[in-house]
T-cell receptor
């Protein structure tokens, strides 16, 4: 079992729709959870992070965390063609007060069609 | 603020040659990470440093790989001898642990092709 699992996709949604990206992780001790976006040929860039169970909203993006189910998701509202990219879920052992290694999933490719 | 700077951006080398990748982290950051990305294996952590000290090198694939961080503003990842299966994008990333937790920032990557 991989430490962080994502459906590779591609996930295709029409412009203006909600895109839902999912991620599961195996280490119950994980405390920090991140979503990165990676355009083709570019480096990953941070979209948002979440540490506590529940929802966290930032503009069109909402991260959802359920530690009991070991599940993290990212919702993108009003999807735009510019959102077309690979979305990487990353999980860390430590919380906000410390830094440790992040384990990344394989990524989900999102295609937003005009 | 300058981001993480990596060099070279692209390198094509012959099997058996030594490859050295370089990284300058964001000024003031105390954590430095080396990741490798391939289509098959995704983004894998190779090694990371805290205050120039290697903390976890369990991801280094084999003895052909070595990494150093002689000071807070410079790190190298060396492959000797290189093999075609080492072809990948190598990312350096850095973080300021005390304030941003696990938020790490990536460089633009070094695209390595071993023929």
């Amino acid at each position: 079992q991989k430490e962080v699992e994502q459906n590779s996709g591609p996930l295709s949604v029409p412009e203006g729709a909600i895109a839902s990206l999912n991620c599961t992780y195996s280490d119950r001790g994980s405390q920090s959870f991140f979503w990165y976006r990676q355009y083709s040929g570019k480096s990953p860039e941070l979209i948002m992070f979440i540490y506590s169970n529940g929802d966290k909203e930032d503009g069109r993006f909402t991260a959802q965390l359920n530690k009991a189910s070991q599940y993290v998701s990212l919702l993108i509202r009003d999807s735009q063609p510019s959102d077309s990219a690979t979305y990487l879920c990353a999980v860390g052992r430590y919380g906000s007060s410390n830094t440790g290694k992040l384990i990344f999933g394989q990524g989900t490719t999102l295609q937003v069609k005009p | 603020d300058a981001g993480v700077i990596q060099s070279p951006r692209h390198e094509v080398t012959e099997m058996g040659q030594e490859v050295t990748l370089r990284c300058k982290p964001i000024s003031g950051h105390d954590y430095l990470f080396w990741y490798r990305q391939t289509m098959m294996r995704g983004l894998e952590l190779l090694i990371y440093f805290n205050n120039n000290v290697p903390i976890d090198d369990s991801g280094m694939p084999e003895d052909r790989f070595s990494a150093k961080m002689p000071n807070a503003s410079f790190s190298t990842l060396k492959i000797q001898p290189s093999e075609p299966r080492d072809s990948a994008v190598y990312f350096c990333a850095s973080s300021l642990g005390s304030s941003s937790g696990n938020t790490i920032y990536f460089g633009e990557g070094s695209w390595l092709t071993v023929v």
